[in-house]
């Protein structure tokens, strides 16, 4: 059984939100500032996908060496649904199958895909309800980089 309840808090997050000392993890482990490279098992479109996001998800330190292999696997959810989508978009909802018609098996696959993708996406903050609650320092020229990546509350 998983944990109960809603995702926890980034450290980061609770301190700018002011959240009590005894509740702030002071020995969180820290990702090494090692360079973020595509994994070797991507395929081509996954890497197209990777090489579109990645780099803002590296300056705002979303992304990081840790992370290396979780980021691989939405870029390959976000592949295989868009493979899917294409497959399903050029042909019928319906097939032939099992003595009638039956539902197009890319349908499931795509379905399964959005998933996977939705779910790792929740974790790296890329859908408009996961930032919402999520503030970025806007500097002079209007970059919200936040240069460090720092987060306001």
């Not at 005894?22 to 991507?42: G, K, M, Y």
């Not at 592949?79 to 499931?108: E, F």
Request: glycine fraction near 10%; hydrophobic fraction near 40%.
């Amino acid at each position: 059984m998983g944990k109960r309840g809603p995702a926890g808090k980034p450290t980061s997050l609770r301190i700018l939100h002011g959240d009590r000392k005894d509740r702030i993890n002071s020995a969180e482990p820290q990702p090494p500032s090692a360079e973020v490279t595509a994994p070797d098992w991507l395929s081509e479109k996954a890497r197209g996908i990777w090489d579109r996001l990645a780099p803002s998800m590296v300056t705002r330190k979303v992304l990081t060496a840790w992370d290396v292999d979780a980021f691989g696997v939405l870029c390959e959810a976000l592949a295989r649904y868009v493979t899917a989508t294409t497959l399903v978009n050029g042909s019928a909802l319906l097939v032939p199958g099992g003595g009638g018609l039956v539902p197009n098996p890319a349908l499931k696959v795509q379905a399964d895909a959005e998933r996977v993708f939705l779910t790792y996406a929740a974790r790296f903050g890329l859908t408009p309800s996961d930032r919402q609650s999520i503030k970025t320092e806007v500097s002079a020229d209007g970059d919200t980089s936040g240069g460090a990546g720092r987060l306001l509350s």
